[in-house]
Nanobody, 116 residues
Framework: QVQLVESGGGLVQAGGSLRLSCAASGRTFDIYRTGWFRQAPGKEREYAAA????????YYANSVKGRFTISRDNAKNTVYLQMNRLKPEDTAVYYC?????????WGQGTQVTVSS
């Protein structure tokens, strides 16, 4: 079992920045990739970014590439999503997902609202 807790969401003006955190507990040593997803009202959940366990490889959706940076601190079992130059279309609930060989786990989400 893995538990994920996201934090760092909030209200920010367009052009601003936020940093989200995803803290993992439990069988964290079995996690080989952690990703951030987001879901806007009335839309399907979509992938935003991901990072491997070692932190050596990162992945980004085209919509966030160049503005968002995913990173991790394995000593704290925490993955971060630094979001810069935020746009109103980035407004969504952001979820963290931990991928293991036999299961995936989701956090409860954190709301990000970008005002124009």
């Amino acid at each position: 079992q893995v538990q994920l807790v996201e934090s760092g969401g909030g209200l920010v003006q367009a052009g601003g920045s936020l940093r989200l955190s995803c803290a993992a507990s439990g069988r964290t040593f079995d996690i080989y990739r952690t990703g951030w997803f987001r879901q806007a009202p009335g839309k399907e959940r979509e992938y935003a970014a991901a990072i491997t366990r070692s932190g050596g490889t990162t992945y980004y959706a085209n919509s966030v590439k160049g503005r968002f940076t995913i990173s991790r601190d394995n000593a704290k079992n925490t993955v971060y999503l630094q979001m810069n130059r935020l746009k109103p279309e980035d407004t969504a609930v952001y979820y963290c997902r931990a991928t293991m060989a036999i299961a995936t786990y989701w956090g409860q989400g954190t709301q990000v609202t970008v005002s124009s």
